[in-house]
């Protein structure tokens, strides 16, 4: 089952953000990351389910995530009424669930 889906305003800002800040590091850097987010996103839209609820859901709706590989990167995620939301491209080591904000207001 393919999804429709779409970003938080904020998970968009925070990938061009990484993006950039990559590119700064070594060119060409931040396009592998956009391409490796993009055939995260792919895999999720086709499969939401695959990937297991995040441990200490304490309501819906469930917070799911796909990493990034190679990337220390995480597509967090939500499926709500048909439609993929990302919350997030969180880094896998720091500021962890910072997003939980974002639930229910995107």
Do not use: C
């Not at 999720?44 to 389910?49: A, E, L, V």
């Amino acid at each position: 089952m393919t999804l429709a889906w779409r970003e938080h305003p904020d998970a968009h800002a925070e990938l061009i953000s990484a993006a950039l800040e990559l590119d700064e590091i070594h060119p060409g850097l931040g396009d592998l990351l956009v391409d490796a987010v993009e055939k995260s996103l792919a895999s999720i839209i086709d499969t939401p389910q695959a990937w297991p609820p995040l441990p200490g859901q304490a309501q819906p709706p469930q917070v799911r995530s796909r990493s990034v590989s190679p990337f220390p990167l995480r597509v967090v995620y939500t499926v709500e009424s048909e439609m993929v939301l990302v919350l997030a491209y969180a880094h896998e080591r720091r500021r962890p669930r910072y997003w939980e904000n974002r639930l229910g207001r995107s």
